[in-house]
């Protein structure tokens, strides 16, 4: 069985002070959720402080991007290698915002996903459907190019390791959001895919999270869905109450 994953993505959002003052409320309120994981993703000025506030909680960290090398002349990039030294189990790949506003395409994508379980990191590896793909019925097409394109080279240990985030471009940030038979159908594809290229009994053991204007309000049917095993939450994750309350579904 799947254990449930949480994840807040901050994005470019809290100070430093704030993103402290954050996790230790979670520390001190949530930490004894031991029947789920919970992960947040602070902006890379906190990921350090944040990390020594979560220490020994079972709270998990994640960084919001980084470069597949191991270090060079990429100025204003960071490596796994650095992310792992300063505590990060996980790290969010391929999201949407990077997708199309920064010009990130799946060879990219990919490689980054290798350069982060190669040092030992967990990527979360974001694909999702604009909404023109979706009314034209190219939703499982596009998805099936995203997972065999970002995920291409990995071996079924290296897939172990890997969450998978569905996050519909259309419902972030939009207020909309999929029902939870949508996603469900969604995520009952994606694990078929995984299946086909890396066995069933490998794609049963992925966690598969969705992330579209996730709130306490639909947290309860999203997670009552069988393929679906957590979620990636953006804006609601700002707010603590907001928060725990998605995490408490």
Not at 76 to 88: H, R, T, Y
Not at 155 to 182: C, F, M, N
Not at 209 to 226: D, F, W
Request: hydrophobic fraction near 40%; proline fraction near 3%.
């Amino acid at each position: 069985m799947v254990k449930p994953l949480i994840a807040a993505n901050w994005k470019m959002n809290m100070t430093t002070g704030e993103s402290v003052a954050f996790a230790r409320r979670l520390a001190e309120n949530l930490a004894q959720l031991k029947d789920r994981k919970i992960v947040i993703a602070p902006p890379f000025t906190s990921l350090y402080p944040v990390a020594e506030i979560l220490k020994g909680t079972g709270i998990h960290l994640a960084a919001q991007n980084l470069h597949w090398e191991k270090a060079g002349a990429y100025t204003g990039e960071i490596s796994a290698f650095m992310l792992c030294d300063i505590g990060c189990r996980y790290v969010l790949v391929g999201h949407s915002e990077r997708r199309t506003l920064f010009g990130e395409n799946s060879e990219g994508v990919n490689k980054k996903v290798r350069a982060a379980l190669n040092r030992g990191l967990e990527p979360i590896v974001c694909i999702g459907e604009t909404l023109g793909e979706r009314e034209s019925e190219r939703t499982f097409d596009i998805l099936a190019k995203q997972i065999k394109e970002g995920l291409n080279n990995l071996s079924t240990d290296d897939i172990r390791r890997v969450v998978l985030a569905y996050e519909p471009l259309w419902a972030i940030g939009t207020g909309k959001t999929a029902t939870a038979d949508q996603a469900e159908e969604v995520h009952g594809f994606i694990r078929g895919e995984l299946g086909r290229t890396f066995g069933k009994e490998a794609s049963s053991g992925v966690a598969i999270i969705y992330g579209g204007s996730v709130k306490p309000e639909n947290i309860t049917g999203l997670m009552a869905q069988p393929d679906i095993n957590g979620a990636l939450v953006g804006g609601a994750s700002l707010d603590f109450e907001s928060f725990a309350r998605i995490v408490q579904y």
